[in-house]
């Protein structure tokens, strides 16, 4: 399986001629992310994961969460609404849905709904939680306004994956992401691990650790 890193929370697997997109939302600008793609996951609303626009020009079917089904009402029978334990099977990959909401982002705001995909056993896109599954390939949140370096070390450590790369990391500029770069590199060397952020278009290769 090929995991390629697009702009911010998004990635796309690629497997035996065949693509899924998880999280292409608005902070999302490279139109190759969806080339070609059979199926688009959605963890949940925020529109840093979710760019309804985009889906609703596209003919994808859509799994997501029951949050993010509600703004995409347009799209009928292509929208597909998964939960918290259920499986799917989507152009190749099967596909486990893990979690329910959304991190606690403010104390007077509900969290919305959020599921992770765990996707063949071998990655996990949590979305906007810290959601514990034992998996060999974790996608990490890297920045968040909900998320501090301490708290992301402690997940990292809880799951304790063969190989970590880090996400979410649309919001923090040049300075920013050098931080974050420097910590997982510390991580990395403690664990004697692979715990990077992959640049923007960067592919990698699951399973040959």
Known sequence: MK???FGHACV????????????????????EALNGADAVLVTHEHLDHLDADRLAESTLPVYTC???????????ERVHVVNDGESFSVAGFEVTVVGRKHHL??????????VGFLVDGEVFHPGDALTVVDVPTLLLPGQAPWLTAPAM???LREVAPLRAYAIHDGLLNEWGL???DDVLAMEAQRAGTEIRRPRAGESVKLGDL
Do not use: C, F, Q, W
């Open 153 to 155: 070390i402690g997940y």
């Open 178 to 180: 050098r931080v974050l």
């Open 3 to 5: 995991l390629t890193k």
């Open 12 to 31: 796309r697997l690629d497997k035996d001629g065949r693509a899924i997109v998880v999280d292409p939302g608005v902070m999302t600008p490279e139109a």
């Open 66 to 76: 029951p949050g993010v089904a509600r703004h995409l009402t347009g799209l009928g």
């Open 105 to 114: 982002s403010h104390p007077d705001v509900p969290p919305v709904d959020n």
